[in-house]
């Protein structure tokens, strides 16, 4: 598999090689994975022989909404208010 | 016969337009990590309280303070202009028309929110703002509305996207900006993940946690964090270029377009052409509202429109977004439905509301609209931009083949001549769009039949 084939990423709003989207910062592979590269290759066979299982779900539970991740990281800062 | 019309500087809109005063039903609220509404006191730490009003706000116009009219006058009113090269070329009889953000200094319409961040943040004695970005047309234009507003401007780009694009680094230096390769060494988010792996190529949401804690890490109190996308106050700034269009339609002789076409990736630059179209629909008018977005799958299904009532690892309720669905190994996806999770609210709730009609287009007929496009009107226009070119091309041959007069007004977003890389690798062939049997892609399609969807609302 040539992991140099490029893709438009979505969410830098550029052009990355499929090697990107199967490490991106410190995910095992990136959430859209599947979205992206489902007509071109067979993602789930792929993801299959290549990830555990609870990889396969952490990687591909649902996205944190951005103003929650936001939050998030404010709370493991230790500057999140509580709610009045 | 005019081919585009300029408002003059005492004719453009006075108040932004807020969308949420006006949609049938009210958008969800977002959610903290707790799965509890969030207050607008937490978001204090990184937002001034005028920013966290706006975004709470039921207010339907808000006022455009003066000082941000007076930097919006150096490239506002944008132009509207009649597409005849490109309608003469598709042999339509379609009126086209393209409302151009790229005149901006950034070349897009990023800064339109930019500079009412920048100074709604001096007001309030802030003097530094972090953000986030990818591609960096994000990044570039808040280094420019800061350097506005004699602001600070710290952006943490990724780091793939720091080392593609070299010149947004330029762009951002040149308006003052400090931009920072993501993960640095700058933040302890950066360096924990340096530690771990040190040759990553970074993501967004590293970029976000070291823009986040720059920001609230400040012991002066006097740096906060901007954002882009997504957010309804980003939404609220931008929909002065869908009352700029109106106004500039008008004088062209259009009372309502038949089509608004504005591509959609966080959804600001959609919801600033469309939501003021958006009001006029529900109030009666009969137009058809399109956010186009990119797909690699060649049907239109939508995704479900659901709080994620928690994941595999048991977190906690999520916002209210156009989302898959949370089986832990989702079937393929996906398409026409807005599905991205970066989407803002207030445009999925105008999908949920059925008062615009997501569509997705593939990436080969994107770059052929913009290639078309180029050649004809002259303009290289974005990535993102050209989804919105390639639909409105699409409703420009609708209408030929029904030998209509449709009005049909697009976004131009933004101007491509910063990501050249993707149409180089258009005309040398290189993209691609589909390697799969569509019978093989159609199996798969099968497979999200019968997912569950929360109902609309009454």
Same mark, same amino acid.
């Given at each position: 598999m040539d992991k140099n084939q490029e893709i438009y990423c979505r969410k830098l709003g550029h052009h990355v090689p499929l090697a990107y989207c199967l490490a991106p910062g410190q995910d095992v592979f990136c959430s859209s994975f599947r979205d992206c590269w489902f007509a071109r290759m067979d993602v789930d066979g792929f993801l299959e022989e290549n990830y555990t299982l609870q990889q396969r779900e952490e990687a591909l539970k649902p996205s944190t909404p951005k103003v929650t991740g936001i939050m998030a990281v404010l709370e493991r800062l230790g500057a999140l208010a509580q709610p009045e | 016969m005019p081919v585009k019309m300029i408002l003059s500087e005492d004719e453009m809109p006075r108040q932004w337009y807020n969308l949420a005063a006006d949609l049938p039903t009210p958008i969800l609220p977002?959610?903290?990590?707790?799965?509890?509404?969030?207050?607008?006191?937490?978001?204090?730490?990184?937002?001034?309280?005028?920013?966290?009003?706006?975004?709470?706000?039921?207010?339907?116009?808000?006022?455009?303070?003066?000082?941000?009219?007076?930097?919006?006058?150096?490239?506002?009113?944008?132009?509207?202009?009649?597409?005849v090269a490109l309608e003469k070329a598709l042999g339509t009889p379609a009126k086209i028309y393209y409302k151009n953000e790229s005149v901006s200094p950034a070349g897009s319409h990023k800064p339109n929110t930019a500079v009412a961040q920048a100074y709604y943040n001096k007001e309030a004695g802030i003097e530094r703002l972090t953000t986030e970005t990818g591609a960096g047309q994000w990044g570039s234009a808040l280094s420019y509305a800061c350097s506005q507003m004699n602001l600070e401007c710290k952006v943490f780009m990724v780091k793939i996207s720091f080392d593609q694009k070299p010149f947004r680094k330029v762009m951002m230096e040149t308006w003052g900006g400090q931009c920072i390769a993501s993960p640095s060494t700058e933040t302890q988010a950066g360096r924990d993940i340096l530690a771990q792996f040190p040759d990553t190529p970074g993501s967004l949401g590293i970029a976000i946690s070291e823009a986040v804690e720059a920001a609230v890490s400040d012991p002066t109190g006097k740096t906060k964090y901007a954002l882009g996308s997504v957010l309804n106050h980003v939404m609220l700034h931008q929909t002065i270029i869908g009352q700029e269009t109106k106004k500039q339609l008008a004088l062209f002789g259009v009372k309502n377009p038949d089509v608004v076409i504005g591509c959609a990736g966080g959804g600001s630059n959609f919801a600033?052409?469309?939501?003021?179209?958006?009001?006029?629909?529900?109030? =009666?008018?009969?137009?058809?509202? #399109?956010?186009?977005?990119?797909?690699?799958? /060649?049907? +239109?299904?939508? =995704?479900?429109?659901?709080?994620? #009532?928690?994941?595999?690892?048991?977190?906690? /309720?999520? +916002?209210?977004?156009?989302?898959?669905g949370h089986n832990f190994v989702p079937p393929p996806i996906h398409a026409g439905g807005l599905r991205y999770h970066g989407m803002s609210p207030l445009v999925s709730q105008a999908v949920i509301e059925g008062l615009i009609t997501p569509q997705a287009i593939?990436?080969?007929?994107?770059?052929?609209?913009?290639?078309?496009?180029?050649?004809?009107?002259?303009?290289?226009?974005?990535?993102?931009?050209?989804?919105?070119?390639?639909?409105?091309?699409?409703?420009?041959?609708?209408?030929?083949?029904?030998?209509?007069?449709?009005?049909i007004v697009f976004g131009l977003s933004g101007h491509g001549l910063m990501d050249l890389k993707g149409y180089q690798a258009y005309m040398a062939g290189e993209l691609a769009d589909y390697a799969l049997p569509r019978e093989v892609i159609q199996e798969n399609l099968t497979k999200i039949e019968g997912f569950p969807k929360i109902p609309v609302r009454a």
């Open positions: - | 977002y959610l903290g990590p707790d799965g509890n509404p969030v207050t607008p006191d937490m978001m204090a730490p990184i937002f001034p309280m005028s920013l966290i009003e706006q975004e709470m706000s039921q207010a339907r116009e808000i006022a455009i303070p003066e000082r941000v009219l007076e930097i919006l006058y150096r490239w506002r009113p944008s132009p509207l202009h009649r597409a600033g052409l469309a939501f003021p179209f958006v009001r006029d629909k529900i109030n =009666g008018a009969d137009i058809e509202i #399109i956010p186009v977005e990119p797909a690699s799958c /060649p049907t +239109m299904t939508g =995704g479900s429109y659901t709080y994620d #009532i928690g994941d595999m690892s048991g977190m906690t /309720p999520l +916002m209210a977004m156009h989302t898959l593939h990436q080969l007929e994107c770059y052929d609209a913009a290639i078309t496009f180029a050649r004809t009107e002259g303009i290289i226009v974005a990535p993102e931009s050209s989804h919105a070119v390639a639909s409105a091309i699409r409703e420009a041959k609708k209408a030929k083949e029904e030998g209509k007069e449709k009005t």
